[in-house]
């Protein structure tokens, strides 16, 4: 759980994912259309991957990615930032996370 906490408290934004999920993927384009930069850690591809998992799914997040957190803070899931977009309040959350400029 340590290495979660410092791994998302490094970056404004980061995604917890695995190469073949395609619902990664589409966290992942939109927040790039958003010209936002995420470090993207590929749990499939990292050698603590599964502990990384564990520990996000003691987190009470599942299923386990994408995992997207922003200011340090887990946002959730595809559902969640999906939502905040069509609130339009992904943008405010990213800009004051300090990912993006207006």
């Not at 917890?16 to 992942?28: D, G, M, N, Q, R």
Request: charged share 20%; aromatic share 4%; glycine share 8%.
């Amino acid at each position: 759980m340590e290495s979660v906490t410092k791994m998302v408290s490094q970056r404004p934004v980061v995604i917890f994912s695995k190469t073949s999920c395609c619902i990664s993927h589409t966290v992942k384009s939109l927040l790039q259309d958003f010209g936002v930069s995420p470090v993207v850690y590929e749990l499939d591809e990292i050698p603590r991957g599964r502990e990384i998992e564990a520990a996000l799914a003691r987190l009470g997040h599942n299923p386990v990615v994408p995992a997207v957190f922003i200011g340090g803070e887990l946002v959730g899931g595809a559902n969640e930032v999906m939502s905040l977009h069509l609130q339009r309040n992904l943008r405010p959350m990213l800009t004051r996370a300090g990912a993006m400029w207006v």
